[in-house]
Structures are given as C-alpha cells and as structure tokens.
C-alpha cells in the first residue's frame, strides 16, 4: 500500500537552530499537508499545500514556519528558530487531488522533535 | 466548526464487537462525519466516512442517525490491533481537510 515516507524519524535540537523535516508523500498526490501534535495532547492541523502555494494556515503557522516542495518528489517544513514549545510531533499528510468528499488523508509516521 | 462530542475512553474485549459513538448536534447539511484513529506512536489513519447513509468497508462500519446528529463506528470483532485513539471529525464538504482532530475516545481492547 503507498506511504506517506517521513525524515527525519527523530530529531533533537538545540533552542534557536533550524530544523527541516522532510516528506515524501505519495507519488500522485497532489494536496500536501502538516499537522503537529505536542505530547499529551490533541492533533493540529498547520498548514496545506497546493501547486507551490499555501492554500490555508492555522494561527500556529507563524512566520517561524515556512513549508516547501523543492523537487517533485520532496514537501518539507522548515521550522526557523526553534522554541521550546515547538517540541512535538509533526505529522506530514497528502490526498490525490481536490479535496471532495471522497478523499481522505493519508498521514506518515510522523517526526519527532525535541527542542533543549 | 461543528463540534463532536466522545466518550474519553471506551474498554471491550476482544474478538468481541465494538460500537464507538459520537454525538455531533450541530452538524450542518454539508458536513461529511469522518472517522480517523491513532495507534500508539503513529500517525493517525482514517477509518471510514460517510454523509447520510450507513457505510461499511474492510475495516469497520460507520452508522449515522436519521437526523445526522450522532454517528456510530462500529468494529465487528475487536482485536488488540485495535486498540488506539478514535476521532470523530465533521468535514464540510466545500472546505479542505484542516481537520478539527479533537480529544477522541481512547479505546481498550482486553484479551
């Protein structure tokens, strides 16, 4: 069955660095998206993606967040200055095409990270 | 958004059959009722979906109400795989997937 592919798996950086977490989702996926989920407590959506441009944004995607499709094949979220509070999960999803009743998302693994 | 309500945590035994509720009042026309789980340490994973009409698929049964105003997951015969968080999302179908993931209902499963 296709994934939605995430890296890294976990990552632990240092308060003020830069982190970039990577997805490759599914190869004829069109709609991309970002959730995070902090310990204990419940998922959030961030931000989605469409033809290189955000379509829409939680008030959590500040301007310390920025997302990206590189290459054909690769949809990353960069974090620019990490806090403490932006340790979580973040869970990297995709749907094939426009987002009608008949689709749904298909979630990777996710990335963990560890800000100290 | 229309909000869901669940239970915080349901228990069952296994192989023994599951009815997962969620209460939704306020649902709109419009608003397809998503089912998605999460198991320990992974990313969440949809169940089933549906607008009006019951449905079923290879991993579970989706019952809603006449009025729409609650919905039933149903998993036929409980396994320890199934043991996991499940959310009850409305999505409105002129709307992307920003999906409101809410607490869900952590469930049990006992050998």
């Known amino acids: 069955e296709p994934e939605v592919t995430q890296t890294p798996s976990h990552q632990v950086t240092q308060m003020g660095q830069e982190v970039i977490l990577r997805c490759v989702p599914i190869?004829?996926?069109?709609?991309f998206y970002w959730y995070r989920q902090i310990l204990g407590q419940k998922v959030e959506f961030l931000v989605s993606?469409?033809?290189?441009?955000?379509?829409?944004k939680s008030e959590i995607f500040d301007d310390q967040f920025s997302v990206e499709r590189p290459d054909g094949s690769n949809f990353t979220l960069k974090i620019r200055s990490t806090k403490l509070e932006d340790s979580a999960m973040y869970f990297c999803?995709?749907?094939?095409?426009?987002?009608?009743?008949?689709?749904?998302?298909?979630f990777g693994a996710g990335s963990r990270l560890t800000v100290l | 958004d229309a909000k869901t309500t669940q239970p915080n945590s349901m228990e069952s035994n296994e192989e023994e059959p599951v009815h997962l509720p969620c209460n939704h009042s306020?649902?709109?026309?419009?608003?397809?009722i998503h089912w998605y789980r999460q198991l320990p340490s992974q990313g969440p994973e949809y169940v089933i979906h549906?607008?009006?009409s019951n449905v079923n698929n290879r991993m579970a049964s989706l019952a809603i109400a006449e009025d729409r105003k609650s919905s039933t997951l149903i998993l036929h015969r409980a396994t320890l795989r199934d043991a996991a968080v499940y959310y009850c999302?409305?999505?409105?179908?002129?709307?992307?997937?920003?999906?409101?993931f809410g607490k869900g209902t952590s469930l049990l499963v006992t050998p």
């Open positions: 549906g607008l009006t």
């Open positions: 190869s004829n996926h069109l709609y």
């Open positions: 999302i409305l999505r409105p179908s002129n709307s992307g997937y920003a999906l409101n």
């Open positions: 306020t649902i709109s026309g419009t608003d397809y």
């Open positions: 999803a995709s749907i094939p095409d426009s987002p009608s009743g008949a689709n749904v998302l298909t």
């Open positions: 993606f469409y033809n290189n441009e955000i379509s829409e």
